[in-house]
């Protein structure tokens, strides 16, 4: 048996995460099935109901896929209430390169990831410095409140 992994996070806006996501994870908007001109009408091909589609859904993508093929396909799906309470998952965001790597490039490395993802919508909710402990991180959250890590 084959299997795929794909991670559905619920939403109010998926088109602003997929603005957000595809760039912070290095991804790009998944494009729609060939001979279909958006998401939208492939459904409707299928035979979705109207009634099941809400105004915009499906008219720019609502997905985001690893160019490589490597990553799971992530799949933002609009629901009507908003977030509530502190998320279950996050990603961590490895870009500072592991231990091997010096205190100090790790920390460059986390820093430059930060100003980027907060100059495309994040918000800085934590830095957590241990120098002790040979620690450097940074906890985010997205344009709709889901907390992730930058380490």
Known sequence: MVMTLQLTIDCSD?????AFWAPALGYVPEPA?????????YWEAMGVPAEELP????????????PTGRGPRVWFQ???????????WHFDLKVGGGRDVP??????????????????????????????????AAALQDPEGNEFDVV
Do not use: C
């Open 14 to 18: 998926p088109q602003r995460m997929v």
């Open 78 to 88: 609009q629901v009507p209430e908003s977030k509530t309470l502190k998320n279950r």
């Open 33 to 41: 099935p060939e001979g279909h001109p958006t998401w939208r009408a």
């Open 103 to 136: 205190p100090a490039l790790r920390r460059e490395r986390v820093d430059a990831a930060v100003e980027r993802l907060v100059d495309a919508g994040a918000t800085v909710l934590k830095i957590k410095d241990e120098p002790d402990a040979g620690f450097y």
């Open 55 to 66: 105004p915009g859904a499906g008219d720019l993508a609502e997905s985001i896929v690893d």
